[in-house]
């Protein structure tokens, strides 16, 4: 069955760090692209941060410079480092494939993070 689970996030002051992790099950990790991608109340989800299957990375201009994106393909895990984190990064994070395509029916519960003072 196959399973993206978020996790890592939270409340944290603007300027602050959060580490996410995402582990995925049920499909050949490394065989795929994937990324990290984020919905904030009332708006679309979006793609932030993607990475190949040979380690090449892509980001929106949003949070260029501020979030990594890595994985560990014997881990089955991605993950985001998210730096000098603002308010307008307020969402839930998910990850999936990128493209998501056979597996936009599965995308897990997502982890929330909040920038706030």
């Known amino acids: 069955q196959v399973q993206f689970v978020e996790s890592g996030g939270g409340l944290v002051q603007p300027g602050g760090s959060l580490s996410l992790s995402c582990v995925a099950s049920?499909?050949?990790?490394?065989?795929?692209?994937m990324g990290w991608y984020r919905q904030a109340p009332g708006k679309q989800r979006e793609l932030v941060a993607r990475i190949t299957t040979s380690g090449s990375t892509y980001y929106s201009d949003s949070v260029k410079g501020r979030f990594t994106v890595s994985r560990d393909n014997a881990k089955n895990t991605l993950y985001l480092q998210m730096n000098s984190l603002k308010p307008e990064d307020t969402a839930v994070y998910y990850c999936?494939?990128?493209?998501?395509?056979?597996?936009?029916?599965?995308w897990g519960q997502g982890t929330q993070v909040t920038v706030s003072t």
């Open positions: 999936n494939s990128n493209p998501v395509g056979r597996w936009d029916n599965y």
């Open positions: 049920g499909i050949i990790f490394r065989i795929y692209g």
